[in-house]
């Protein structure tokens, strides 16, 4: 099973800015990174995990909640194997744990179809 990896939270005063990162391993010849539509979720405490991004295998293809559209940007290094969320203008409803998941295309992964069981995630703070 594939295993990822989320890092790069912290404290952050609103208006910042934070750059969490992905890292993915368990990895196969039949199952390479490249192949693997990503996202991001986060988790508030007693709430379920919920969508924020969503990056096709290629990377041409991304899709945000509409809280943090034109703040927040999703990328993907495949020769890495690591995705990455910059996070800009953080407000304190940011504040989450991050965490990250695979499947074979975004909306599957928000269906629920996942690659790889929940990690830690990442916790962000946002403070103002």
């Known amino acids: 099973q594939v295993q990822l990896v989320e890092s790069g939270g912290g404290l952050v005063q609103a208006g910042g800015s934070r750059r969490l990162s992905c890292a993915a391993s368990?990895?196969?010849?039949?199952?390479?990174?490249?192949?693997?539509?990503l996202a991001w979720f986060r988790q508030a405490p007693t709430k379920e995990p919920e969508f924020v991004a969503g990056?096709?295998?290629?990377?041409?293809?991304?899709q945000y909640v509409d809280a943090v559209k034109g703040r927040f940007t999703i990328s993907r290094d495949n020769d890495k194997n690591v995705m990455y969320l910059q996070m800009n203008r953080l407000t304190p409803e940011d504040t989450a744990v991050y965490l990250c998941?695979?499947?074979?295309?975004?909306?599957?992964?928000?269906?629920?179809?996942?690659?790889?069981?929940w990690g830690q995630g990442t916790q962000v703070t946002v403070f103002s």
């Open positions: 990056i096709s295998w290629n990377g041409d293809t991304t």
């Open positions: 368990g990895l196969t010849s039949e199952r390479k990174f490249a192949t693997y539509a």
């Open positions: 998941n695979a499947g074979l295309s975004i909306e599957t992964i928000n269906l629920g179809e996942r690659f790889a069981s």
